[in-house]
């Protein structure tokens, strides 16, 4: 079975500084692997996926992710914040036939 | 149009009563998913229709049913809520497991 950690449970960074949210996951194949996040009161939205092939791949809003298999890892990353990126990042894993497995979040807030 | 929908968005349930939640998407999507996530927990898979065929999660097998009866909607339904069931419930879909999952904005159920 497939698991992900997210260790920070918190971030809270100043607008316009940068933004790196850990994400390390357990499975035995090739994994798909994906950053989610949640607004307040809104559903999941996809920021980016990885299935195969540049190990770092970009995403919507500026946030990108590089994905490590030798650590077992898929860091997202942002240049630059802005307070509207306040929110909580999931993490996830998909391995076929299994659904999406998810880590606990990341609760990020940007301040002014 | 890439939205999952999801009726209705809050929920009152009385201990013991059934509680029936709708998802609809109009994507043609092949496989659904009912996701369970509560405060400062991961979102949980508690099941998937992969076209008709209904794979619920083992821990949640008995708790949870749902229905199917055509390509664009999916309900999940409880027959008899329990205060553990207060949760918020994520309804997505997708053309095969592994790939992009749209998500819906949830119903939040609460059983008083």
């Known amino acids: 079975a497939q698991s992900v950690t997210q260790p920070d449970a918190r971030v809270t960074v100043s607008e316009g500084a940068s933004l790196q949210l850990r994400c390390k996951y357990s499975y035995s194949g090739t994994p798909y692997l994906f950053w989610y996040v949640q607004y307040p009161r809104q559903g999941l939205q996809l920021l980016l996926k990885?299935?195969?092939?540049?190990?770092v791949v970009q995403g919507v809003n500026g946030f990108e992710a590089e994905f490590i298999k030798s650590n077992s890892s898929f860091h997202l990353r942002k240049a630059s914040v802005h307070w509207s990126d306040s929110a909580v990042y999931f993490c996830?894993?998909?391995?076929?036939?299994?659904?999406?497995?998810f880590g606990l979040g990341t609760r990020v807030s940007v301040f002014p | 149009d890439t939205t999952v929908k999801q009726n209705p968005r809050y929920k009152l349930a009385r201990v013991g009563k059934p509680v029936n939640l709708i998802c609809s998407q109009t994507?043609?999507?092949?496989?659904m998913y009912w996701y369970q996530k509560k405060p400062n927990q991961a979102p949980k898979l508690l099941l998937f229709?992969?076209?008709?065929?209904?794979?619920r999660e083992a821990d949640t097998f008995e708790k949870f049913q749902s229905s199917r009866p055509n390509n664009s909607f999916c309900s999940l339904y409880i027959g008899s809520a329990g205060l553990e069931y207060s949760a918020m419930y994520l309804c997505?879909?997708?053309?095969?497991?592994?790939?992009?999952?749209?998500f819906g904005k949830g119903t939040r159920l609460t059983v008083v």
């Open positions: 990885y299935y195969s092939g540049d190990p």
């Open positions: 229709y992969y076209d008709k065929i209904l794979n």
């Open positions: 996830a894993v998909s391995a076929c036939a299994q659904g999406l497995t």
């Open positions: 997505a879909s997708s053309w095969a497991r592994g790939t992009e999952v749209f």
């Open positions: 994507m043609n999507h092949d496989t």
